[in-house]
């Protein structure tokens, strides 16, 4: 059984930071791209980042850009979102997803899996 769980989720102010893992059981992380993504309340869920099997290909959303850094250590099957300079407007649930596919995508009809979502919080 697959199963994707996010962590490291919480409430920060504004310009801090947050770390955020994704642990993946039931699959072979290296066989998946991974991404991140969020949902705030009353939005749509949206791309934030992904990266390839490998780690060598990334992609942000630009309003992450420069703030959010992600990574994956595969053997710990484990993906990582560091989160930097936080605003109010990254508040969000935030999911980690996996996708089959060889390429990287920044769309959610791409991933086969999902977490169950973490809260991330950040006042003003």
């Known amino acids: 059984q697959v199963q994707l769980v996010e962590s490291g989720g919480g409430l920060e102010q504004a310009g801090g930071s947050l770390r955020l893992s994704c642990a993946a059981s039931?699959?072979?992380?290296?066989?998946?791209?991974m991404g991140w993504f969020r949902q705030a309340p009353g939005k749509e869920r949206e791309f934030v980042a992904t990266?390839?099997?490998?780690?060598?290909?990334?992609d942000y959303a630009d309003s992450v850009k420069g703030r959010f850094t992600i990574s994956r250590d595969n053997t710990k099957n484990t993906v990582y979102l560091q989160m930097n300079s936080l605003i109010p407007e990254d508040t969000a649930v935030y999911y980690c997803?996996?996708?089959?596919?060889?390429?990287?995508?920044?769309?959610?009809?791409?991933?086969?899996?999902w977490g169950q979502g973490t809260q991330v919080t950040v006042s003003s």
């Open positions: 039931g699959l072979t992380l290296g066989r998946y791209a």
């Open positions: 997803a996996a996708d089959l596919t060889v390429a990287i995508h920044t769309t959610a009809n791409h991933y086969s899996y």
């Open positions: 990266i390839s099997r490998s780690g060598g290909n990334v």
